[in-house]
Structure formats: structure tokens, C-alpha cells
């Protein structure tokens, strides 16, 4: 069974540039989750999709946004690029039944670099 | 809302001893609780989750989390350290089994083993 693959796994952006992230879930798993991981805040939430809906949002502003297709990939798209944005973004995907606490499955991780 | 805190960013212990990785949880209903491992340049691994049941859990790699309600805690043990224990772990929570709120992360601790 193949894995949670993130695509691409690396990217330079120049600041004010929008980029869009892209996560295939592992096969039948229909929830997404999003997260940014930097060296001093660990890993922050961002967005979960489940069915093509957003089930939950972090703290993050408008820039940040996502969404789930019906084949359960997910995107994420970063506007107006600030140096901020640089890290490590991780896709996850659980079966995400609602009710069912299975544990999350996570890419390698797209790193972003904003020059 | 739901948080993690882990409050050693970095524990060192020789290889051989015990170990264990602290990791302390706040929610307002029942907490289903989670830890995974990052070795360097690699998405997160899941190692063990507590659901409902026994206080005691086992997972990957020999590891154990015990779960103490009273002291909202969910540390991470085990008995014998490997080098190759070495990586970042990541406590995780979610508040509910209703898929109505995220799973969020502590920052990490890294764990140093020393042959």
C-alpha cells in the first residue's frame, strides 16, 4: 500500500509569490490534515479536510488555504509569500471516519524556502 | 481548546538506561492521546496511541506511554535506550472521538542517546 506522498519535496519562492502545495492520502483514507513544522514552534496545524470539507482550521491567517478533491487529494496554497513562511509543511491523512481515532500517516514533507 | 505541552526540548540519556519523554495535555472532554517519531530529514512515524482502557500502552520499537489522568500526563518510556533511538518526539492530542477538533502537537523533544 502506498504511502502519503507530498509533492514537490522542495521549493524556492521568491517573497510576494503564491505557491500550491500538493498531498495524495494513502488509498481509502479520507481525511487531510495540514501542518507547519519551523525549528522553534514544532509542528502547528493549519487545515483537515475530510470529504472534501474542512472539518477544522488553525490559527493562521487568509493566505494560508486548502482544499480536498472527491478522489481525496488535498492542495494547499500559500499567497503572497513572506519570509515567514519558510518550513517544513507535512500532509497527513487518517481514515478519519468520524467517531474512529485512527492514528495519522504522514508524508516526508514539502520544504519551502521563501528567499 | 485542546494543547500539548513538552517541557524539555532536550533530554540526553546513555544508552542502555531507561528513558523517558514528558509530555503533559490539556482538553475539556476525554483525551485521545498520541506519540510519533521524526528521524532526520523524515515525515513523523506513529509509535502509540491511548484511546480508553488499560493506563499502560505499548507500541513500536519497545516504547510505552503511561496514561495518568489525574495529572493530565502521557510520558514516554522505555526501559533500555538505543542509539538508534535518537531522533525528535511528538506528543499529540485530540480532544474528542468526534473528528470536531484537530490533532495538535507539542513542540517536540529531541532525544539524544549516548553510546
Known amino acids: 500500500k502506498a504511502g502519503v506522498t507530498q509533492t514537490p519535496r522542495y521549493l524556492i519562492k521568491t517573497r510576494g509569490q503564491q505557491v500550491t502545495l500538493s498531498c495524495s492520502p494513502i488509498s481509502g483514507h479520507r481525511s487531510v490534515s495540514w501542518y507547519q513544522q519551523t525549528p522553534g514552534q514544532g509542528l502547528q496545524f493549519l487545515f483537515e479536510?475530510?470529504?472534501?470539507?474542512?472539518?477544522n482550521k488553525g490559527n493562521f491567517p487568509g493566505r494560508f488555504s486548502g482544499r480536498q478533491f472527491s478522489n481525496s487529494r488535498s492542495e494547499m496554497n500559500v499567497s503572497t509569500l513572506e519570509l515567514g513562511d519558510s518550513a517544513l509543511y507535512l500532509c497527513a491523512s487518517s481514515s478519519g471516519t468520524k467517531g474512529v481515532l485512527g492514528e495519522a500517516f504522514f508524508g516526508q514533507g514539502t520544504r519551502l524556502t521563501v528567499v | 481548546a485542546q494543547s500539548v505541552a513538552q517541557p524539555e526540548d532536550q533530554v540526553n540519556v546513555a544508552e542502555g538506561n531507561p528513558l523517558t519523554v514528558k509530555c503533559t495535555y490539556s482538553?475539556?472532554?476525554?483525551?485521545?492521546l498520541f506519540w510519533y517519531v521524526q528521524y532526520p530529514n523524515r515525515g513523523l512515524q506513529f509509535l502509540l496511541k491511548?484511546?480508553?482502557?488499560?493506563?499502560l500502552v505499548k507500541g513500536s520499537y519497545g516504547f510505552e506511554a503511561e496514561f495518568n489522568k489525574s495529572q493530565t500526563s502521557f510520558h514516554l518510556k522505555k526501559p533500555s535506550a538505543l542509539v538508534s533511538d535518537s531522533a525528535l518526539y511528538f506528543c499529540?492530542?485530540?480532544?474528542?472521538?468526534?473528528?470536531?477538533?484537530?490533532?495538535?502537537f507539542g513542540k517536540g523533544t529531541r532525544l539524544s542517546v549516548i553510546a
Open positions: 491511548y484511546i480508553t482502557g488499560d493506563n
Open positions: 482538553v475539556s472532554g476525554n483525551p485521545y
Open positions: 499529540a492530542v485530540r480532544d474528542d472521538g468526534s473528528g470536531n477538533t484537530p490533532l495538535v
Open positions: 479536510y475530510f470529504s472534501e470539507t474542512q472539518r
